[in-house]
């Protein structure tokens, strides 16, 4: 991921460094180019790569060799690069923010993936695979999917794409109850944009309470809220000391 290390440590982390390069590389570190030779490589955020580092990706792609930070032996490797971006690369090639060049040498084969909006067929595949995992993660007895749930979500616009729709699932998960997964519909402001009530942990935090409400504070046991939450003892113990609620003489107090 280009956006996910620092511009200093990512040339290092592309092409390796010698031993002796920069303070406190004590040790040889092979790059991912030569870790990945005769295979693919992902570039991740490749809109956010550094203007000073696109010529040795230009060159590593054209000539199939580079040398490590440090070094001057000549690296030959043989890699399939495919590279992704939300950025618009040629706005950004007019601006002088990327090389025209790098950008060119990219786009021999360009797939565009549309907006979730615009592909509502894949929004129920979405649907049951992040209702699965989610419920599988958090031991819930999630068996289906309400259709009335299943037809709120693919009226959605989603503004937030994949992943807005990934957060709303796994919110619905931490509140559903039963084995039909139901809630309320995405709200939508006026632009367009989910705006929950609560975030995640609140939500959680709710759940868990209603959950000792129900139980009478009891924790353990067959009929304990961990059990009904479906978690260990001591995992909903730690969940509730990060989540703030209070114990007390065997009871959780709302805040």
Same mark, same amino acid.
């Given at each position: ?30 790059? $991912?180019?030569? +870790? =990945?030779?005769?295979?693919?490589? %992902? ?5 956010? /790569? @550094? ?44 601006? $002088?923010?990327? +090389? =025209?060049?790098?950008?060119?040498? %990219? ?5 565009? /993936? @549309? ?47 994949? +992943? ?92």
């Amino acid at each position: 991921n280009c956006a996910a290390i620092p511009a200093g440590l990512l040339e290092s982390e592309l092409f390796g460094h010698e031993r002796g390069a920069f303070t406190g590389a004590v040790t040889r570190s092979v790059g $991912r180019f030569e +870790r =990945a030779h005769r295979g693919t490589l %992902l570039l991740d955020e490749i809109g956010d /790569l @550094p203007l000073e580092l696109q010529p040795k990706i230009l060159r590593v792609m054209q000539e199939r060799q580079f040398e490590r930070l440090g070094g001057t032996a000549t690296v030959h490797t043989d890699v399939r690069v495919i590279c992704a971006t939300h950025r618009n690369l040629m706005d950004m090639v007019d601006n $002088r923010e990327f +090389r =025209a060049d790098l950008f060119y040498r %990219l786009s021999v084969f360009p797939l565009e /993936l @549309p907006p979730l909006r615009n592909r509502t067929e894949d929004i129920r595949l979405l649907v049951h695979h992040f209702a699965k995992h989610y419920a599988a993660r958090m031991h819930k007895p999630i068996k289906a999917i309400s259709e009335e749930f299943m037809g709120a979500m693919v009226q959605h616009s989603w503004p937030g794409n994949v +992943r807005e729709l990934q957060n709303f699932i796994e919110r619905s998960v931490i509140l559903s109850t039963g084995a039909v997964l139901n809630g309320s519909r995405p709200k939508v402001t006026g632009t367009s944009k989910f705006s929950g009530a609560v975030t995640l942990d609140e939500a959680e935090r709710s759940h868990i309470l209603q959950t000792l409400e129900q139980t009478d504070g009891a924790i353990g046991g067959r009929n304990g809220a961990a059990a009904r939450l479906g978690l260990p003892r001591t995992t909903l113990i730690a969940k509730m000391q990060r989540l703030g609620i209070d114990r007390g003489e065997g009871s959780a107090l709302p805040a």
